[in-house]
């Protein structure tokens, strides 16, 4: 009777988890490390400090009308996010190179032996949460933004054409560049080479593209995450030379499904 029941017991159990225990799972292990708290809280330094600083160095009155006419003040209360994008990266690398590097991958894989589902429940679980992270600092490092940029500057508001969708594409931009990250740990494997691989892509490809001539930095870098950023995501005035926001936002949702279909396949072609 009793051998009976063990076999019964391991026949239910064989399967491992479904997605949303595997979910569950995820979300356990993220909000326990302290590696999570410190990357949220160097994101938000770098959001909102250097939006903070960038806003108190307008100079309203010393601008040509050049610079007047081409001044978007949503943008610049948003330029924290090229520090800010770095943070999440490292999140994102970090939610799979570490259970490489510590052998756990082996106890998640033996409790979720699907490693396409395994893979997808850490890209919700992380999606979601830097999502609702870089949202609710996007809005904040943008009303903190306004608020300490100086009169005469023409200020933004919520209501104004595009604002509001800069706002809210500043904060989908790091978590897209974490699941990116996600994708390339889940190939790479080793923390240091996946943060490696997240710094060259982010900053610096756009260098290597400075000497190539103008017309391939306007050809070429218009198709880069921190360009895409900057000057269509978050960008309310049009930047000459770069991609609608909607195109923009495509063209990253696209690298980020590249990143984790080319994680799925390494996970599950390779031994843990």
Not at 8 to 24: D, E, L
Not at 58 to 83: C, E, K, V, Y
Not at 99 to 113: D, K, N, Q, W, Y
Not at 226 to 245: C, G, Q, W
Request: positive net charge.
């Amino acid at each position: 009777m009793t051998t009976a029941t063990l076999t019964r017991g391991a026949a239910r159990t064989a399967p491992g988890y479904g997605f949303r225990s595997a979910a569950q799972m995820e979300w356990l292990k993220l909000r326990s490390v302290r590696s999570t708290g410190w990357t949220g809280a160097v994101f938000a330094a770098g959001l909102i400090g250097l939006s903070v600083l960038v806003m108190t160095h307008q100079h309203w009155a010393a601008m040509n009308a050049a610079d007047r006419a081409s001044f978007d003040p949503t943008n610049m209360s948003l330029a924290g996010l090229a520090i800010g994008q770095l943070a999440f990266g490292v999140l994102g690398a970090l939610v799979i190179t570490t259970e490489f590097s510590s052998g756990l991958i082996r106890a998640t894989l033996a409790a979720v032996p699907s490693r396409p589902l395994l893979l997808a429940a850490k890209a919700a679980v992380t999606g979601a949460v830097t999502l609702v992270v870089g949202e609710v600092l996007a809005f904040g490092a943008f009303a903190l933004g306004e608020a300490v940029l100086a009169s005469p500057a023409p200020h933004a508001t919520l209501g104004q054409p595009g604002v509001l969708r800069a706002v809210l594409m500043a904060g989908v931009y790091p978590a897209l560049i974490a699941l990116i990250a996600l994708g390339l740990g889940a190939v790479i494997r080793h923390t240091a080479g996946a943060i490696s691989a997240v710094v060259g892509i982010l900053f610096v490809l756009p260098l290597i593209l400075v000497p190539l001539g103008t017309s391939i930095q306007n050809s070429v870098g218009q198709y880069l995450p921190m360009i895409i950023a900057e000057n269509s995501l978050t960008a309310v005035k049009p930047v000459a030379h770069s991609l609608a926001p909607g195109v923009g936002l495509a063209v990253l949702c696209g690298y980020a499904a590249v990143a984790l279909a080319l994680g799925g396949w390494a996970l599950a072609r390779r031994d843990a």
